[in-house]
């Protein structure tokens, strides 16, 4: 019964009001709807909703991660139609990618930089410091192949394929062996956007093979390689590009226990800084896991810890995503509750720091919307998880959500989910198959009395190391009853 503002207000300093998360992600996705369609542009850094002529950061798409950030909820909140507006205009920017590619870099393939526009701008922009990133094009194709892991669309990848080949191309033409290490790096380059010391006390930018750009890297050759096996085709240009992801320094920790975030274990000019690069392998990628690293998923816990939680509006987005993949739902949904904090000042109307405005618009400040995309996502990401190929359900649920339920949300392999729990246990999943495939479900540990629901019948599946296996045809619904 209270208008937003005040009930804003309420929330930071009483965080019981699950119902304000729900409606943040009912938001998150209406805002989505209403910034793009099949056809259309994706949205730029503030949707749809710009109030002046001359918009903050000129309403460009910006590539190191917040035209990526828009989209984290596509495919996770089943709208993954509104996916195909960025991927299509990813598409579009392959020829001026291509020019760049040449005229930069004497090499074959497309690259794109830090900034994007409609005139297929791909060329180093703005300053060096943020201006030299040029991994932007590989990351726009983690989300081409996000679209294929979700949808297992054939048709659909065999388009996107080129696009990806391209990008890695690119990257073949384009590393260099580090001296020092004899690691493959790109270069020039930089960890968006933080500046570390010198010996001297200079401070500096410009980098060889970032942390990020390493991550980044790793994922696309393996996409590429994966996507060309799937299509049967380049088989030696897939031999190629895991050859080259050998000699890609690993992600490292350093003797102080944290993600390097460079080559060297420089120190950070700003400690803090809202972005996180090196996490990258955490997310949007998934490098890095509790299950499968656990020393990485420790050593980005303490370089969680050190960057600190307040920070613009979207960066704390983030972060509810990071602590989500780190399974810890209660520092994830202090985060939520960071990035909902009212910062307009109720008597002076000067906005303060990030968080929220009174419509629930994010403040980076000023609004800037992948805020709020980014936040529906970490919510998502809170309830559902299937980034290892297991579908893990409620993996990052927070004390504060004790009772709950969300159905229609989306897992890779095709499949569409659903789930109740009650004092924070899972007491039903519902599990239904879009396209036909396998899918593996990790138990939680309250199954001991588990039983099973294939098509409304009574079924029996093995359980294996805490794993259940499943086959489904396409409409098949599998019921899981605690």
Same mark, same amino acid.
């Given at each position: 019964?209270?208008?937003?503002?005040?009930?804003?207000?309420?929330?930071?300093?009483?965080?019981?009001?699950?119902?304000?998360?729900?409606?943040?992600?009912?938001?998150?996705?209406?805002?989505?709807?209403?910034?793009?369609?099949?056809?259309?542009?994706?949205?730029?850094?503030?949707?749809?909703?710009?109030?002046?002529?001359?918009?903050?950061?000129?309403?460009?798409?910006?590539?190191?991660?917040?035209?990526?950030?828009? @989209?984290?909820?596509?495919?996770? %909140? $089943?709208? !993954?139609?509104?996916? &195909?507006?960025?991927?299509?205009? *990813?598409?579009? /920017?392959?020829?001026?990618?291509?020019?760049?590619?040449?005229?930069?870099?004497?090499?074959?393939?497309?690259?794109?930089?830090?900034?994007?526009?409609?005139?297929?701008?791909?060329?180093?922009?703005? @300053?060096?410091?943020?201006?030299? %990133? $040029?991994? !932007?094009?590989?990351? &726009?194709?983690?989300?081409?192949? *996000?679209?294929? /892991?979700?949808?297992?669309?054939?048709?659909?990848?065999?388009?996107?394929?080129?696009?990806?080949?391209?990008?890695?191309?690119?990257?073949?033409?384009?590393?260099?062996?580090?001296?020092?290490?004899?690691?493959?790096?790109?270069?020039? %380059?930089?960890?968006?956007?933080?500046?570390?010391?010198?010996?001297?006390?200079?401070?500096?930018?410009?980098?060889?093979?970032?942390?990020?750009?390493?991550?980044?890297?790793?994922?696309?050759?393996?996409?590429?390689?994966?996507?060309?096996?799937?299509?049967?085709?380049?088989?030696?240009?897939?031999?190629?590009?895991?050859?080259?992801?050998?000699?890609?320094?690993?992600?490292?920790?350093?003797?102080?226990?944290?993600?390097?975030?460079?080559?060297?274990?420089?120190?950070?000019?700003?400690?803090?800084?809202?972005?996180?690069?090196?996490?990258?392998?955490?997310?949007?990628?998934?490098?890095?896991?509790?299950?499968?690293?656990?020393?990485?998923?420790?050593?980005?816990?303490?370089?969680?810890?050190?960057?600190?939680?307040?920070?613009?509006?979207?960066?704390?987005?983030?972060?509810?995503?990071?602590?989500?993949?780190?399974?810890?739902?209660?520092?994830?949904?202090?985060?939520?509750?960071?990035?909902?904090?009212?910062?307009?000042?109720?008597?002076?109307?000067?906005?303060?720091?990030?968080?929220?405005?009174?419509?629930?618009?994010?403040?980076?400040?000023?609004?800037?919307?992948?805020?709020?995309?980014?936040?529906?996502?970490?919510?998502?990401?809170?309830?559902?998880?299937?980034?290892?190929?297991?579908?893990?359900?409620?993996?990052?649920?927070?004390?504060?959500?004790?009772?709950?339920?969300?159905?229609?949300?989306?897992?890779?392999?095709?499949?569409?989910?659903?789930?109740?729990?009650?004092?924070?246990?899972?007491?039903?999943?519902?599990?239904?198959?879009?396209?036909?495939?396998?899918?593996?479900?990790?138990?939680?540990?309250?199954?001991?009395?588990?039983?099973?629901?294939?098509?409304?019948?009574?079924?029996?599946?093995?359980?294996?190391?805490?794993?259940?296996?499943?086959?489904?045809?396409?409409?098949?619904?599998?019921?899981?009853?605690?």
């Amino acid at each position: 019964h209270l208008p937003i503002h005040e009930r804003l207000a309420a929330f930071a300093q009483d965080k019981n009001d699950p119902g304000l998360a729900a409606l943040y992600f009912q938001f998150g996705r209406y805002l989505l709807i209403s910034s793009t369609r099949q056809g259309l542009l994706p949205p730029n850094l503030q949707g749809l909703w710009c109030n002046t002529i001359h918009t903050p950061w000129n309403g460009d798409y910006h590539l190191n991660i917040n035209l990526q950030m828009n @989209h984290w909820p596509a495919e996770v %909140t $089943n709208l !993954s139609e509104l996916h &195909l507006p960025l991927i299509e205009w *990813t598409k579009q /920017q392959v020829p001026s990618g291509e020019r760049t590619a040449k005229a930069f870099y004497n090499a074959r393939g497309w690259v794109t930089h830090i900034l994007g526009n409609v005139w297929e701008f791909t060329a180093p922009g703005e @300053h060096p410091s943020w201006g030299a %990133t $040029n991994t !932007s094009a590989a990351w &726009l194709c983690e989300h081409l192949y *996000t679209h294929y /892991q979700y949808t297992l669309d054939k048709a659909y990848l065999r388009d996107v394929y080129p696009t990806m080949k391209g990008a890695a191309q690119f990257f073949v033409d384009m590393l260099v062996q580090d001296p020092r290490t004899k690691y493959l790096v790109t270069a020039p %380059t930089t960890s968006p956007e933080n500046a570390y010391k010198m010996p001297n006390g200079s401070v500096v930018s410009i980098c060889a093979g970032s942390t990020m750009d390493n991550q980044i890297l790793r994922e696309l050759f393996t996409n590429t390689i994966e996507a060309a096996g799937i299509l049967g085709v380049d088989s030696a240009f897939a031999a190629e590009l895991a050859a080259k992801r050998d000699r890609l320094m690993p992600t490292t920790i350093g003797e102080d226990g944290r993600i390097m975030e460079w080559l060297e274990p420089y120190e950070e000019v700003e400690p803090t800084h809202r972005h996180v690069s090196h996490l990258y392998g955490l997310y949007p990628g998934n490098e890095i896991s509790i299950e499968h690293t656990p020393e990485l998923a420790e050593a980005a816990r303490k370089s969680l810890e050190v960057r600190g939680d307040q920070s613009t509006g979207w960066s704390m987005a983030w972060k509810i995503n990071f602590w989500a993949r780190l399974q810890d739902g209660d520092h994830a949904y202090k985060l939520l509750g960071d990035l909902l904090r009212p910062c307009v000042d109720e008597h002076t109307k000067e906005v303060k720091g990030g968080g929220s405005y009174p419509n629930l618009f994010c403040a980076h400040p000023p609004f800037q919307i992948d805020g709020n995309f980014g936040g529906t996502a970490g919510i998502a990401e809170m309830l559902i998880q299937s980034q290892t190929g297991l579908i893990e359900f409620l993996p990052a649920l927070p004390s504060a959500w004790k009772n709950g339920s969300f159905s229609g949300l989306k897992v890779r392999n095709g499949g569409e989910v659903s789930a109740k729990w009650t004092e924070g246990l899972l007491t039903e999943a519902r599990l239904k198959a879009i396209v036909p495939g396998i899918f593996r479900i990790k138990l939680p540990a309250n199954s001991a009395n588990l039983s099973l629901k294939k098509n409304q019948k009574p079924v029996s599946l093995p359980v294996i190391d805490g794993m259940l296996t499943v086959d489904l045809q396409q409409g098949d619904e599998l019921i899981l009853i605690m």
